[in-house]
Each structure stands twice: as C-alpha cells, then as structure tokens.
C-alpha cells in the first residue's frame, strides 16, 4: 500500500501568517486522487481540497493545494483563527485508499 | 446538507462482534453513484480505511480487515453498517462514516468511539 508522510508533525504559526504543509508518497500517486482535509476535535473532519488542487464547495480560497508524482504540498496564504487544527492528506487511486499520519497546525 | 452519524455500542469485549450502524440524512443509501465508507483511527495513530459498500450492494474491503469485515445497506432506513468480528484491543479506535464520490470523501460523520475491554 502507498505511505503518505506528511511533514512537519506540528507547525506553530500566527494569524496572518502563510503555512505551508507537505505530503509525500512511498509511490506515484495519480494527482486525480490526492485529498486534504481538516480535523477538528468533536468534529467531522472537512474535506478541503481533492483532485490535488480543486477546492471543495465553500472552502475559502486561502486553501490551494499543488504538486504531482510523490509530493504535494497545502497553503493556506493567511492563517484565520478558525484554521488551527488537524490537517492530513489521503490518496485513494490505489487500494487501499490510505492517510498521512497529520499536521498540526497550532497557536504560535 | 447530507449529514451521517455513526451510532453503536461503546463498549465491545474481546473476541465479540463490533456492529455499528451509520444513518445517512439529506440523501439515499440507495441512489447515485457513492461508496458508503467507514474509516478507524486509534489513539496518536492515522486514519485508517476499512471498506466500503456501493449502492448497488458491492463491497470493497481493507485486504488487512478483510476476513473479519462485512458492510451492508437498508434502504429502507438509509442506513449502512459495518460487523467487525473477533475485535481484539488492537480495535479500539474512533470509527467514521463517511460518503466517497469516487474523487474525494466529501463528507464525514463525527465519529464514535469504540472500546475493546472485558
């Protein structure tokens, strides 16, 4: 099965500020199938990006996405209050579909 | 807004059948093109995949939990479940429920915490 990587383990930031998370494969992943989502504690995580790039309905343009092969990276330009939390990437053009172990995205 | 909430015993003991059940409201179990899907994640681990049912009834399970996992559907009260049997401590996690388009997870139940302890 494919090993998704994300770096770093915690990223502590302040509002305003850009951040930049990275995911990265054990194998090729086809850019078709690379998510992100956000999770919150009591929450259901939020999808916020699919297909690599395409941000899902609502989700601000803030949050883009990119990359290709076995590295794909999340931005969010400018950290809002409501942007802390728990970020992790999951691939699902290979079976089974698999997750990264997550980013913690957290108060500076 | 389609909604899922995942419900079912807390507590399981060793070696017994872990059966939950997700009720899906502001869409059917039973239409369109979806993957009714359940996803664990144990305590400081990822998130794991176990499987998912289609509408049309077929399955698709984690080769790891394959031999203990069955998935179904009631139309009839636009549920889908998932049986995980002989559960070990090693099973202990929150279980998800979730909706797959087939290009994305797009949207998750909160979750319920299942424990394995005599």
């Known amino acids: 099965e494919i090993v998704l990587t994300q770096s770093p383990g915690t990223l502590s930031l302040s509002p305003g500020e850009r951040a930049t998370l990275s995911c990265r494969a054990s194998?090729?992943?086809?850019?078709?199938?690379l998510a992100w989502f956000q999770h919150k504690p009591g929450q259901a995580p939020r999808l916020l990006i699919y297909?690599?790039?395409t941000r899902a309905t609502g989700i601000p343009a803030r949050f883009s996405g990119s990359g290709s092969g076995t590295d794909f990276t999340l931005t969010i330009s400018s950290l809002e209050p409501e942007d802390f939390g728990m970020y992790y990437c999951?691939?699902?053009?290979?079976?089974?579909?698999?997750f990264g172990q997550g980013t913690k995205v957290e108060t500076k | 807004q389609v909604q899922l909430q995942e419900s079912g015993p807390g507590l399981v003991k060793p070696s017994e059948a872990l059966s939950l059940t997700c009720t899906v409201s502001?869409?059917?179990?039973?239409?369109?093109?979806?993957?009714w899907t359940w996803i664990r994640q144990p305590a400081g681990k990822r998130l794991e995949w176990i499987g998912h049912?289609?509408?049309?009834?077929?399955?698709n399970y984690n080769p790891s939990l394959k031999s203990r996992v069955t998935m179904s559907l009631d139309t009839s009260k636009n549920q889908f479940s998932l049986k995980l049997t002989s559960v070990t401590a090693a099973d202990t996690a929150v279980y998800f429920c979730?909706?797959?388009?087939?290009?994305?997870?797009?949207?998750w139940g909160r979750g319920t915490l299942v424990t394995v302890s005599s």
């Open positions: 979730a909706r797959d388009t087939y290009s994305s997870i797009d949207y």
């Open positions: 502001g869409d059917s179990v039973s239409r369109g093109s979806y993957f």
């Open positions: 049912i289609y509408t049309s009834g077929g399955t």
């Open positions: 194998q090729t992943v086809s850019s078709d199938y």
């Open positions: 297909g690599t790039s």
């Open positions: 999951q691939q699902s053009g290979s079976s089974p579909q698999t």
